[in-house]
């Protein structure tokens, strides 16, 4: 009987809408966290008559056939890159980007990787880091008489020295853009990493064509609507009850079968 493994796949892709649903849900305060969408796919069809086939040596033409289906599959999990809101913390060196853009990072194996988590540090020679100690390109150091540090729209971090009272430029933020952003490979630890998918990345100076702002003092939150998210889990556990149903009569019918006498 095929409606136990159409049914069994109905089941399989309801528990993976679950997992990405509450996967969003357990991120909805990851700073700079992105909400995911299962998307899904019909499985192959069997013909019981084909359509267009001859139905007779007249050639007439079956118009519509007979064809059954043979459940659902998981055709992607895309990522939907909106932006945040914008929480402000009041701390110099939290940034968020308003727009398009990745921080661009240094991993300790020398690989790129992106990020559009702001939340950044002085590692101990005065080199601005990422929570996980991981250099933000190029590479900006402030130094240790510094009094003040103030990073504009457009990525120009500048410093107040002790007894000086002008500003003094000490590096240039650049941020990272792709052609398809929902390609970028998740690595955990809110990094991104360039795929075959995602693109090249183009670089730039912040809030200039193409490329979104820099904001000091805040980071970017997760865009999870959590009504959206727990109306999504209703239906996704609607619909895998509704297919456990079809498993129950599906195995009345052979009980039906076996019973006769």
Not at 90 to 105: E, I, K, P, T
Not at 178 to 194: E, I, K, T, V, W
Request: glycine letters at 10%; aromatic letters at 4%.
């Amino acid at each position: 009987m095929r409606a136990l493994d159409i049914a069994g796949t109905g089941m399989q892709a309801q528990q993976t809408n679950v997992e990405v649903i509450s996967n969003n849900i357990a991120n909805m305060t990851t700073t700079g966290f992105k909400r995911r969408r299962a998307e899904f796919q019909d499985l192959i069809y069997q013909n019981l008559r084909r359509v267009g086939s001859n139905s007779s040596d007249s050639g007439a033409v079956v118009p519509a056939g007979a064809q059954v289906g043979l459940g659902v599959k998981t055709a992607a999990i895309y990522r939907i890159n909106e932006q945040g809101n914008l929480q402000q913390t009041s701390n110099s060196l939290d940034l968020a980007v308003r727009g398009n853009g990745y921080f661009q990072v240094t991993l300790p194996s020398g690989d790129t990787a992106y990020t559009r988590d702001g939340t950044l540090s002085l590692a101990p020679d005065g080199q601005i880091v990422t929570a996980d100690g991981y250099v933000v390109q190029p590479g900006i150091t402030i130094p240790s008489n510094a009094t003040g540090v103030t990073i504009n729209s457009a990525g120009q971090v500048q410093v107040t020295l002790d007894g000086q009272t002008a500003p003094q430029t000490v590096g240039q933020l650049q941020l990272a853009v792709f052609p398809n952003d929902s390609g970028l490979d998740a690595q955990g630890n809110n990094l991104f990493l360039q795929s075959a998918a995602s693109g090249n990345p183009v670089t730039g100076t912040p809030a200039s064509p193409g490329f979104g702002s820099v904001l000091q003092g805040f980071v970017e939150s997760s865009n999870v609507n959590v009504v959206t998210e727990i109306t999504d889990l209703i239906t996704a556990q609607r619909a895998y009850e509704m297919n456990s149903r079809v498993i129950t009569t599906s195995d009345q019918m052979l009980s039906t079968l076996t019973n006769l006498r």
